[in-house]
């Protein structure tokens, strides 16, 4: 019995393996050759612009450096990861995080093709608070619309607070954090973010908010509070350029319902670049 349960077993380990490879394609970005899933809203973009959101990968490269250190907190595929690292080697490092076990998979392979491997450290974990345990939730062809949802089952992905993150790994420099909602809980929860005052680059979106009890309202009272400088891309954020401009804003409520906010502290010397 115990030999035919193994091998029932095996054969499907067997048929989900192929099933996997079977949605997995290369594409060729700007910043090199990834693995990316078929059909699916990310690898379009990449093979009509070369980039996920490539205007807003040019955005945030602009205030980075070699040798900063980076957390990458919703790193999907690697789509920004790759190319941030690629900015802060060979002296920098990156922290990848990625909540969800099939992009994590590409991750780490597209981590490894593209010879980074000793500047990013890879980790599938999932920035939430540690009273509840949560479970994937998917968007048909969009992988990086993935959400997790709190439920009464065990836990299975590894939690992490981004200060838990940053005691085992390395205090960031920089945090870009996408994870489809969970910002303001991730963000809040942290004493390192306030007493750091890292770079942030955080993604807004007001229906994504407000799946865990958030608002943009809220995320600006945060971040206001911190004293952050606030700016956005105002123009198009996918485009077959890097071309971005740059305007700051007053509330992050003059941005609209869904962007990507830059936010520095009013003492980083970096600010120049976005002021002139």
């Not at 900015?87 to 099939?102: F, H, M, Q, T, Y």
């Amino acid at each position: 019995m115990r030999v035919l349960e193994l091998f029932h077993k095996y054969r499907e380990q067997k048929r989900l393996s192929r099933a996997k490879r079977s949605r997995v394609v290369e594409v060729t970005a700007t910043f090199g050759t990834i693995l990316a899933f078929k059909d699916d809203l990310i690898t379009h973009q990449i093979r009509e612009f070369g980039a996920h959101t490539r205007p807003e990968v040019a955005f945030l490269l602009s205030v980075l450096e070699d040798g900063d250190k980076v957390f990458d907190i919703g790193a999907h595929i690697g789509t920004f990861a790759i190319p941030m690292a690629q900015k802060i080697c060979p002296s920098g490092r990156l922290l990848a995080v990625e909540g969800d076990a099939g992009n994590f998979d590409l991750l780490v392979q597209n981590i490894a093709r593209n010879g980074l491997s000793e500047v990013v450290i890879p980790r599938h974990a999932l920035i939430a608070p540690a009273d509840s345990a949560y479970s994937a939730s998917y968007v048909n062809k969009n992988t990086s619309g993935t959400f997790f949802v709190a439920n009464s089952g065990s836990q299975t992905i590894p939690q992490y607070s981004l200060d838990a993150l940053a005691a085992e790994a390395f205090q960031p420099d920089v945090i870009k954090i996408d994870i489809e909602g969970m910002e303001c809980l991730a963000l809040s929860d942290s004493s390192m973010v306030a007493e750091r005052k890292p770079i942030l680059y955080v993604e807004v979106s007001e229906s994504h908010l407000s799946r865990y009890v958030g608002s943009i309202d809220s995320l600006d009272s945060m971040l206001r509070k911190l004293d952050y400088r606030l700016f956005r891309n105002v123009a198009p954020r996918n485009a077959a350029s890097d071309h971005f401009e740059v305007r700051e804003l007053s509330t992050l409520a003059e941005g609209g319902a869904f962007f990507d906010v830059l936010a520095l502290p009013p003492t980083s010397p970096r600010l120049s670049r976005l002021t002139l």
